[in-house]
């Protein structure tokens, strides 16, 4: 069988459909947005239908858009950008206890070297923020509050609506990162009641280096970057026009296919996991069974180190991840599985299975059959297993 790619949550192939419109941009239509002859005017005319078309998917306004190189970037200028504008006022932040590092990184250094105080809001055993637990650790000087819609690790989608009825009437900034959730359930930034959110495109068969960041008419950020006036001096360079092209057309494509998507791949997730837990003993499902992104299964394995099926089945040509892809190869048991207060055992023996729109059953039952030695042989290896017997 050809190789298995069960990486999704990772990055996912660019559609033909986007190579196609963005094929333009890459040659004769190579202007920049920002000059005033024809070249340019072509390219600012491709650029702010894309922006208008890609409001529309999250219904916001075309001018609360701003285009980026990806969630990370957006994530910082969303997190830095409003603790700097709001520091003289209110130094304090909340960050969901399971957040991408994109989230966590910006807001521990504004602890460590800003003078700001921060707050980890804290999750169930599947993952899940509670509204009362938020309430709980609000005060005046809380500016900023941040919680993820959909965890890439383990799927778990936030009620995000209950949590921001709790800041929408205190002046708390409530941004959420989407990059998981975008393309894949319905991301509506009106329904959602938030201010700022992030999303990306390579998690949806879409270009890497494409990025978006949303901000809510009024919302006022400092800027991280200085140069040019792009995208209304908040952050100047110039724009990926084709990048930009092929994002819309990612969640042009991404509309129309998500509903089946998410049927088939709750189906073939669900298969997964009865299939795995029923023919491997000692496995446990990390996440919710339900309210969870379609394409995430993620399983712990008890007696062994995740790094080390993920290594065993890259050489079956299996690919998937023990974690984050950005933090794939670290020693460290994941942060968002300590979080939802899992043992550190078995935290480190966890294993993230995303599927996308290639993966078949032929496929999953291919995994299933190489998994079932795999797990054997490293638990005869295991001491930490024989213990556990």
Do not use: W
């Amino acid at each position: 069988m050809d190789r298995i790619y069960l990486d999704h949550n990772a990055t996912t192939p660019v559609d033909p459909r986007v190579i196609d419109a963005m094929l333009p941009y890459l040659g004769d239509q190579f202007g920049n947005a920002s000059s005033v002859h024809g070249f340019g005017r072509d390219a600012k005319i491709a650029l702010e239908q894309s922006r208008e078309q890609i409001a529309a998917f999250i219904n916001c306004e075309p001018s609360e858009l701003y285009f980026t190189s990806g969630g990370t970037e957006s994530d910082n200028i969303a997190m830095l950008g409003t603790a700097y504008h709001i520091k003289d006022r209110k130094n304090h932040l909340v960050v969901g206890a399971t957040e991408h590092h994109a989230v966590l990184k910006p807001a521990e250094h504004l602890a460590h070297h800003e003078g700001f105080e921060l707050d980890l809001l804290p999750v169930d055993g599947d993952g899940f923020a509670s509204p009362n637990q938020l309430q709980a650790l609000l005060n005046d000087k809380i500016g900023l509050v941040s919680v993820m819609l959909a965890n890439n690790e383990t799927g778990t989608i936030q009620d995000i609506v209950a949590l921001t009825k709790v800041t929408r009437d205190r002046g708390i900034i409530f941004h959420t990162d989407a990059v998981q959730a975008t393309g894949k359930i319905k991301v509506d930034v009106k329904q959602l009641g938030v201010d700022l959110l992030s999303l990306t495109g390579h998690k949806i068969y879409g270009p890497k280096g494409t990025g978006v960041l949303f901000i809510r008419k009024g919302v006022k950020i400092t800027p991280l970057f200085y140069g040019g006036s792009h995208e209304k001096k908040r952050r100047p360079g110039t724009e990926n026009v084709a990048g930009v092209v092929g994002l819309a057309k990612t969640l042009e494509i991404a509309e129309s296919s998500m509903d089946d998507d998410h049927q088939r791949l709750s189906e073939l997730a669900d298969y997964f996991i009865d299939k795995v837990i029923g023919n491997i003993p000692d496995i446990f499902l990390n996440g919710p069974s339900e309210n969870r992104i379609p394409p995430t299964v993620n399983l712990s394995f008890a007696g062994i180190e995740g790094e080390s099926i993920v290594l065993s089945l890259d050489v079956e040509g299996i690919a998937c991840s023990s974690g984050s892809a950005c933090t794939s190869g670290a020693t460290e048991p994941s942060h968002v599985l300590m979080a939802m207060g899992k043992p550190k055992v078995q935290s480190q023996g966890a294993i993230r299975f995303s599927m996308g729109r290639s993966t078949t059953r032929d496929q999953l039952d291919y995994v299933i059959n190489k998994l079932g030695p795999i797990v054997e042989r490293l638990r005869e290896l295991s001491p930490i297993y024989k213990k556990a017997e």
